[in-house]
């Protein structure tokens, strides 16, 4: 038997663990957001040419990082919402609902197949 109110609490507590989830994270590494200063101590052309890589790509890979997880967890708030507005599941385009087999590929999904596209 299906319970569906069942499914939808694991579902919105999941969403919410993961939610915590991306907060810490995002706390946790804005150390490694800042910009990398260039070394001025060590000596040579390489080591130059290696804290200015360092530099380069440090912060630029953590602000992807940073705004991949802010994009997931904006998408997790906004399901979560629509789980308690009884919303969820259903296309917030047209309101039709959306396919179980599209929301297990993404369950924080907000558009049925037809709108998405």
Known sequence: MIDADRDLAILRASFVARF???RAASATSSESRR???LDRTSAGRVSRMDAMQVQAM???MALAMERRRHDEARRIEAA???IDDGEYGYCI???EEISPK?????PTIATCISCAA
């Open 80 to 82: 979560i919402g629509r």
């Open 58 to 60: 440090g912060p630029g």
């Open 20 to 22: 915590e989830y991306l």
């Open 93 to 95: 385009a047209c309101g």
């Open 35 to 37: 910009p990398v200063e």
């Open 102 to 106: 599209r929301l297990a590929a993404g």
